[in-house]
């Protein structure tokens, strides 16, 4: 970084000195030459440069948040700590059914199609089901717009590289990511948090 500044002001420099032999009808060329060796090597520095700060954005950005010390330890799901129940646990006098078996038996909810189309783990929703989909997500749109004073953004499904470095979600998922190829770094939004 030192190196650079010192390169720039020498041509600095050097740029006023070629106004000024011109003024003076003075050859220009030697100043000239000299204005375009350190031009030269300051692209090359600036290369290197570049490299440097990407090989340190890499580390840094790799160095994981610190946790707060009253996060518990675990190595699954089931050390996970209940902090905060809300309202109560409902019961019924009847047995409570997977939603998949729910889904699946009315016909409205598709594993089947959705895992040709992409794999296991997605449902197509058909009919009712689908609407109901829609109007809940209307619903809390509607609600959280119109009650409880947020607004509404339709944003982009793409998104550059700064983006997801800023969100968390670059280095440490760049392998579960899509990403566009083309001359500008572009991915597929992973969540609505991006």
Known sequence: QVEVESLQAQRNKRSKSIGQAKAAGEDIEPLLAEVNELKSQLEQIDGKLNDIQARLDDILWGIPNIPD????????????????????????????RDHVDLGAGSGQLDFEGASKITGSRFAVMHDQLALMHRALIQFMLNTHTQEHGYREVYVPFVVNSDSLRGTGQLPKFEEDLFKLHGDQAFYLIPTAEV
């Open 69 to 96: 010390p009253q996060v518990p330890e675990g190595a699954s799901e089931d050390d996970n700590v209940e902090i905060h129940r809300w309202g109560e646990v409902p019961s019924f006098d009847f047995e409570v």
